[in-house]
DNA sequence: TGCAAATAAATGACCGGTCAGTTATATACG
DNA sequence: CGTATATAACTGACCGGTCATTTATTTGCA
């Protein structure tokens, strides 16, 4: 069909494009990627990765399954996609907050207070209980998990233990274990209130921090 | 040929019968059940629930595929009969300790050398790991986990910290918080070497006693 | 022989991914 | 403007294959 009489046209069309500064591109396709995103996460929330289907991850975004596959490749590739935008978000809060630690006790309680806020949304913790999901199938996924997210919290939580310590204001103690008790303490609420949705004070203020203090002054009397 | 007198449904009520009846000539028959869920949970902890197909974990219990059903009438009852088998031993064995806590402070110590190496072997914590991937779709199968497991689990740890608290030993902190960082941190050490393969000691002996140690001890100076 | 155990083959639903064709929008030009 | 043209955006039917479950058939043991 359409067979082009002049094929001048196309020539003349790549000069003006070039000699344009500003594209003139542009329709609803810019936003489809992160429409389509959105769309996803709840997918994946509601069935897993394994069960959601590409044609109602399409359907929840307004569009036709073959157009999903205009923005990505596959189904893995949106799960990718998905994974690392959530991510970035976390890491510039959290390296953000590790910086200035003057105060390691009250640097302590801000990021809980912060952490405590986020993981109380089930559209946050999602993103983690999915990377469970799929750990063993996508190794390289837990890689980029846990370079990019996982890691720096630890180390962020560590480095302010540290400085706690040279400060005077800690126990010399190893560093991973005390985030790991810190840590432990949100994820086990976490998966407390979002997996098995027990009774939880998740969403009160101030939760994380009877934690943080918990760990700080220790349970023993002394 | 002979009689197909068709009556699938009622291979199943005849399936409990004649494991009642049968004397000692179904020698093979008894052990089915078990090394078929020992088969499902490799081939769950491999590929996950959706992914896992019922032919491989068949094969992997040397059977064809059509008699998994003559055992488990689906694949989703494959894993609900999974999980209720592998629940039953870690209650036994928490009830068991919880109950003798003459000391808090030695009690947790047992405890936690116990679980330190449960929780250090893979396919003890493929079952929760498993909840976590399905938990938004058998609600009914995370009721009756939070309910066997994870309750009793921390009523047990809860039900210590009160004795402590009442024998003097302990600070006056309420107890889920209290449990929440015991428990928290092993949950941490457990997704950090079995999710994210990181590096860890959660292999080696003691680790568990350091965190409860740094629990008890708190972080801060005083 | 008779019956339970086990298998092999069949069935049918489901779903990721593709693609030829359609619609909407932007540009060119008189 | 209005019309022609180019192309971006999208659709929906379809294909190839997978896989849970069922049915038909064989095997083995008392």
Redesign the interface.
Known sequence: MTSPRKSPARKAAARKASLETTRKWRRRAQARPDELLDAALDEF????F??ARVEDIARRASLSKGAVYLYFKSKEELLRALIEREVSPVLARVGEMARNAEDP?ATLHLIGRTAGAAIAQPRFMAIP?L???????F?EL?DF??GEV??KAKSGVEAL?KR?IKL????K??PH??A??L???????A??AH????PTKIGAPGWLD??ID?????????
Chains 1, 2 share one sequence.
């Open positions: 929330i509601a069935k897993g394994d069960s006790r209980l990377v469970i999901s799929i750990a063993n199938r190794p837990v998990y846990r996982a890691m233990v706690g005077g204001q800690f126990h103690v190893d274990a005390a790991r008790a840590i432990g303490g949100i994820l086990f609420e998966l407390w997996v098995l949705r027990g009877s934690h918990l760990v700080l002054n220790g349970l023993e009397k002394r």
